[in-house]
C-alpha cells in the first residue's frame, strides 16, 4: 500500500467545533471522509467522550469506510512531584484502550511542558519513568507509543531520540511532527535525519513567521521568532522533501494532517489534505 493511501486527518484539525461543543466524533469522521477523502482519522484523548462516542464512532466509521489509525493523548511528564506524573499515566492507559478498542496500532504521546524551573536534564528522569511504565502497557496491547516533538520543553530532534533510546523498548517510537522543529529552531529536513529510524507516526503541520503584532493564533519559538499555523504546503516547510524521504526510506504508517492555521478550519483542512495527497501522487 503506497503512501497516497495512508492519509490520516486528525481531530485537532476542527478542535474549535469541539471546543464550542457543536461536532462529535462521528461528525468528523463524516467530514473526513466526505469532504477531504482520507483514509483514517485520528481521535484525540481530550474530545473523547466515554458516554457516548463507541456506538457512534463505531457506526460513523462503518458507514464511511474509515479507520482509526491514532489516538492522541496529551501527558505532561515534566512535572516536579511524582504522585503528579503518576496521575498523567491513567490518561495514557486510557487512550491504549481506546485505540485497541477500535483497530488503532498507534497512540501519540508527549514528554511535557517547559515551566520554570525545571530544565529538560532536571525533568528528564521523570519522562523516561513515566514512559518505560506505559510502554510495557501498550506493549500488551500490541499498541505502539509514538512520542511527538511536542512543546518547547523536549521538542528537538536530539532531545525525542535520547527518550526514544534510553525507554529502549519496542513499543515506543516517534511521532515525528513535521512543523513543531521550526518552533525549536530546528530545520525539519536535518530534524528528518536525526529521526528517520526512529519513526513510527507522522504530523504534517506547516508554519510561516509573521511579525509581532499579527493578528491572528501565533506560536513563539525559543528564538523569540513568532509563527503563525496555515494550510499544509503553504509555508515554510519543504513538504514535498520530508515526504519523498520518508518514502524513500521504505514508511508504511500514517501520514496525518494536522491542520493549526488561521484559516477557517474546515476549509483550511480540505486544502491541507488535497496538498497533501497531490505531493504524495508525485512521488
Known amino acids: 500500500m503506497g503512501l497516497t493511501n495512508r492519509t490520516c486527518l486528525s481531530v485537532w484539525s476542527r478542535h474549535k467545533y469541539f471546543y464550542d ?63 503528579e506524573r503518576d496521575s498523567q499515566l491513567q490518561q ?26 525545571l530544565s529538560f536534564e532536571q525533568g528528564r528522569d521523570g519522562i523516561l519513568e513515566g514512559l518505560k511504565k506505559v510502554a510495557e502497557y501498550a506493549g500488551k496491547k500490541n499498541v505502539v507509543l509514538c512520542l511527538e516533538n511536542h512543546g518547547l520543553f523536549a ?27 521550526l ?18 507516526h507522522v504530523h504534517c503541520k506547516d508554519f510561516v513567521q509573521v511579525e509581532e503584532g499579527f493578528q491572528g493564533d501565533t506560536y513563539t519559538a ?11 504546503g503553504e509555508g515554510s516547510v519543504d513538504l514535498p522533501h520530508l515526504l519523498g524521504r520518508l518514502h524513500e526510506n521504505g ?20 486544502r491541507s489534505v488535497a496538498n497533501l495527497k497531490r505531493i504524495l501522487e508525485k512521488l
Open 21 to 83: 461543543k457543536t461536532w462529535t466524533n462521528a461528525d468528523f469522521i463524516r467530514f473526513a471522509a466526505r469532504e477531504t477523502g482520507v483514509n483514517a482519522v485520528e481521535l484525540l484523548h481530550r474530545f473523547w467522550n466515554p458516554e457516548t462516542d463507541i456506538p457512534q464512532i463505531e457506526k460513523a466509521l462503518q458507514q464511511e469506510g474509515l479507520e482509526v489509525a491514532c489516538v492522541g493523548a496529551s501527558n505532561n511528564f515534566a512535572l516536579p512531584d511524582a504522585a
Open 92 to 117: 495514557i492507559i486510557d487512550s491504549v484502550n481506546i485505540a485497541d478498542r477500535f483497530g488503532a496500532q498507534v497512540v501519540r504521546v508527549f514528554s511535557g511542558n517547559l515551566q520554570e524551573g
Open 155 to 181: 521538542g528537538k530532534a536530539g532531545q525525542v531520540a535520547s527518550i526514544i533510546r534510553e525507554v529502549d523498548s519496542p513499543s515506543l517510537r516517534s511521532t515525528f511532527d513535521m512543523g513543531n522543529f
Open 183 to 200: 518552533l525549536v529552531d530546528e530545520n525539519p529536513n536535518e530534524a528528518m535525519e536525526q529521526s528517520l529510524p526512529l519513526i513510527g
Open 222 to 232: 525559543l528564538s523569540g521568532s513568532v509563527y503563525t499555523g496555515t494550510v499544509i
Open 251 to 270: 514508511y508504511g504508517g500514517w501520514i496525518t494532517v494536522e491542520f493549526e492555521g488561521s484559516e477557517e478550519q474546515k476549509l483550511g483542512s480540505i
